[in-house]
């Protein structure tokens, strides 16, 4: 079955504490990316990756890193959460950038710093 | 930078009638994608319905359809007959390049039985 995963789906810990959320992909879409999600904002994108070793910086991208260094996988590292990024994160993939007809989303991940 | 504006932050309509969620953009490209998104209380993020912007032709998915008006830069949703499991929020979202998709702030529908 075409999916994006995410791990975990729930997550509550506390402020500093380093963190990772994985996303994967099995469709070879070279195209993933990262969005939080906030009441009364909508979604917003934290970082974006065209292909492997290719990252750029999304609206939101403080506080975040990501790396890909395999074509599924799509992990978003956060070194030093904080409570404001307590959210509902999404990760998305897309076969290509010129070929933006869908993004395919993942369950989501509610992520609580306190 | 593209921007998205939903205007209604909240609808509700009674079970079986229609209803309309507006949309605006704003970009300067002339190729683009247009989507909504459905998103109920499982908070997956469901595709309803999306628009090519060099079609003049308005997209249809069963009850749903939209207007795309291009000069004016509005891409409206339509749900016929409305139901039940309709209820949720709706995005509608903008995608013309590299930098993912622009998403609006979401209306929330509500479906009075």
């Known amino acids: 079955e075409a999916q994006v995963t995410q791990n975990p789906r729930y997550l509550i810990t506390v402020t500093g504490k380093k963190l990772t959320v994985t996303c994967s992909q099995n469709?070879?879409?070279?195209?993933m990316s990262w969005y939080r999600q906030d009441p009364g904002l909508g979604l917003r994108q934290i970082y974006y990756s065209m292909n492997v070793e290719v990252t750029d910086k999304g609206d939101v991208p403080e506080g975040y890193k990501v790396s890909r260094k395999e074509k599924r996988n799509f992990p978003l590292i956060l070194e030093s959460p904080s409570p404001n990024q307590t959210s509902l994160y999404f990760c998305a993939s897309t076969p290509r950038v010129t070929h933006f007809n869908e993004q395919f989303f993942g369950p989501g991940t509610r992520l609580t710093v306190l | 930078a593209q921007t998205v504006t939903q205007s209604q932050p909240e609808m509700s309509v009674q079970e079986a009638e229609t209803v309309t969620l507006s949309c605006t953009y704003d970009?300067?490209?002339?190729?683009?994608?247009l989507f909504w998104y459905k998103q109920p209380p499982s908070r997956q993020m469901i595709l309803v319905i999306r628009?090519?912007?060099?079609?003049?032709q308005n997209a249809t998915e069963n009850r749903f359809s939209v207007n795309f008006q291009k000069a004016a830069k509005s891409f409206s949703l339509k749900i016929s007959d409305s139901q039940l499991g309709d209820a949720a929020m709706y995005f509608c979202a903008y995608g013309g390049g590299a930098d993912g998709l622009t998403f609006g702030k979401g209306t929330h529908l509500i479906i009075q039985p």
């Open positions: 628009q090519e912007a060099y079609k003049q």
């Open positions: 469709m070879n879409h070279e195209y």
């Open positions: 970009t300067s490209e002339s190729d683009y994608y």
